[in-house]
């Protein structure tokens, strides 16, 4: 080695220092000491110890977090914190979780990643992707031969109508690139002062890329069961929503949020352009719940000073954990708390979760427009719409179903599913009103499905037949969503059909029937078409279930009960106004008053 440093080469950095100094980054910026020093502690209260390595284990995390052993979700966590952990060198994955390890995982999951690395954000759902997947190319290789060039290329447009994904073609899934296509990967190389000769090593490209189903399944369970979850607060809390019933209805909604991406009776997992191109729109707070989760360790127990053997009883008995508050004020015939959690996965959680309120019910105020008015239009915040039904055969049984399909056109699609029974769903923004003439709501306003698949179709900005409610006697009464305003008839005779968009709901006005239209070849209409079912699809359905949950709080709780209060008086007044009770005088003072006797005005005769 030289004596003179001009002469002497820059020292190598070895990829564990680097990921050392970008550790230390990360708990600079993104880090309070406070926090830091919590997180020490925890680790260190957590750690099995081999020789010098202090490290956590597996089912050292699933105790801490408290993840359900029956969801079978820990080794799908951990594959993923023993991937994440490797950041930003992923070739080196899995790791040992030390604490510069468990640093990065912690701010990856969190998004606290941001406030250092400011570029390639966008690929923080490859980074999710990649923990999850594993790279079986005989698991992901299609049983049949794989199309020509030319049919992948008209694949996504062209699929057939069978209930089946257009993008679960075999086949068809590009390989993505290595890490070193990563703009997140590649900004913390930029950070680092990284050259082209040290980013060596790096992974090869997988082509059979894929998240297993069951490992899908079960993470979802999890994060269902974590989204209402705020920091601090304890998983175990929700150990209810896990037993006996409520596993059942939990497992049954991760169901349909994986018919989503794949047909789960024969695909072996989901591809990542299925899950890059599906999760900003179906699921963009999907994996939210991490947040709160991986802020437990951030908190140390033993910074808890009401629990010292001196502190005020009082406090220590303010600061005890707390019992998980309902998440539904009410509960709903169609809505529960795992459909609640489902659709904080497209709306925020935090106009959700212990803060609907359940507006109307077919079920109590009777299924009529009337009754939807009188509970529903006096709410001034968001609201959310579901309904649920049974499918109607092809042929018409009966009167009513036979005048329903008479008053819709002709049937050229097949159902969107083999299931008999749909939850369908509408997010709308703007108080509710009449409409005469054109439809009201706004371009925040979500047309969505919740069973037996999960989708969700946005709002146009270039249509806007978002909401249509007309009532009797108007022409085409009915409640709809998505389709042109009824126009006045020219005639005494009204319309045959209903005008049905081409991604519509439609109610007809006595909430019997419903209608749902998904007609992907159509473009223009005021809500998108589905990016994971890409074929037409049409669903007629009796109306079982039809209820109206406002989201807000307690102020628009009050303002509501302050209108209904005040329309119960003006009711109740005008039932006390009983002309021709016998007392003339009062009558005619009472008639006086109003201006309609008196002077040149008779008011006819009294006796």
């Not at 708990?27 to 919590?38: A, G, H, I, P």
């Amino acid at each position: 080695m030289g004596q003179s440093h001009s002469d002497e080469k820059p020292r190598r950095r070895s990829r564990e220092d680097l990921a050392y100094d970008l550790a230390l980054r990360f708990k600079e910026k993104c880090f309070t000491s406070l926090e830091f020093y919590s997180l020490k502690d925890v680790f260190k209260s957590l750690a099995d110890q081999q020789g010098s390595v202090r490290y956590l284990k597996e089912e050292t995390i699933a105790r801490f977090l408290e993840l359900p052993d029956i969801l079978g979700a820990s080794p799908v966590v951990f594959q993923m914190v023993s991937y994440l952990g490797a950041f930003p060198f992923l070739q080196d994955a899995p790791v040992v979780l030390e604490l510069p390890q468990l640093v990065m995982v912690i701010v990856i999951m969190t998004e606290r990643y941001k406030r250092v690395l400011r570029r390639g954000s966008t690929d923080w759902t490859k980074l999710i992707f990649k923990s999850l997947a594993v790279y079986d190319r005989k698991a992901s290789e299609p049983e049949v031969s794989p199309p020509s060039d030319s049919a992948k290329d008209e694949s996504a447009g062209t699929a057939p109508n069978n209930g089946g994904f257009a993008v679960d073609v075999p086949g068809e899934d590009e390989p993505y690139d290595d890490d070193m296509d990563d703009d997140l990967v590649l900004t913390a190389y930029e950070l680092l002062d990284i050259k082209e000769a040290v980013k060596q090593g790096s992974a090869p490209e997988f082509h059979g890329a894929i998240i297993p189903t069951d490992n899908f399944r079960k993470l979802v369970m999890l994060l269902l069961l974590a989204a209402p979850l705020d920091a601090q607060e304890s998983l175990s809390q929700y150990s209810n929503r896990v037993t006996g019933k409520e596993l059942e209805v939990l497992r049954s909604t991760a169901e349909c949020i994986l018919m989503s991406f794949v047909d789960v009776e024969s695909s072996p997992g989901i591809k990542y352009r299925q899950f890059q191109t599906i999760m900003p729109v179906l699921f963009p707070n999907l994996f939210n719940s991490f947040n709160a989760l991986f802020e437990q360790f951030l908190f140390s127990k033993n910074l808890d000073f009401s629990k010292r053997k001196d502190a005020n009883p009082h406090m220590q008995k303010q600061t005890a954990p707390k019992p998980a508050q309902p998440l539904l004020s009410d509960r709903g015939d169609i809505l529960n708390d795992h459909m609640l959690a489902q659709i904080s996965l497209f709306l925020p959680g935090s106009s959700l979760f212990r803060r609907v309120r359940r507006l109307y019910s077919g079920n109590e105020a009777g299924f009529s427009m009337g009754s939807f008015e009188s509970k529903v239009f006096n709410w001034r915040a968001p609201t959310i719409l579901l309904v649920s039904g049974t499918l109607l055969a092809d042929t018409p049984h009966g009167g009513p179903e036979a005048a329903f399909a008479d008053a819709l056109p002709t049937k050229r699609f097949q159902n969107g599913s083999k299931s008999s029974r749909v939850t369908y769903g509408v997010y709308v923004r703007e108080p509710w009103k009449h409409t005469h003439k054109e439809c009201f709501g706004d371009s925040e306003t979500v047309l969505f499905q919740l069973s037996p698949v999960h989708d969700v179709f946005p709002a146009s900005t270039i249509n806007t037949d978002y909401v249509a409610f007309t009532k009797p006697p108007g022409n085409q009464p009915c409640l709809s969503f998505g389709s042109p305003h009824p126009r006045p008839s020219k005639s005494s005779r009204r319309h045959t059909h209903y005008s049905i968009g081409a991604v519509s709901l439609l109610l007809n006005d006595s909430f019997e029937f419903g209608v749902f239209n998904h007609d992907y070849s159509a473009r223009g209409g005021a809500f998108h078409t589905s990016i994971s079912r890409k074929f037409n699809f049409q669903d007629r359905f009796e109306v079982d279930q039809l209820e109206v949950w406002g989201c807000g709080g307690d102020d628009e709780a009050k303002a509501q009960a302050a209108r209904w209060a005040w329309e119960e008086r003006e009711a109740e007044a005008r039932r006390k106004i009983n002309l021709g009770s016998g007392d003339i005088e009062a009558d005619r003072a009472l008639l006086e008053m109003a201006g309609l006797v008196g002077a040149n005005r008779s008011g006819g005769s009294m006796g």
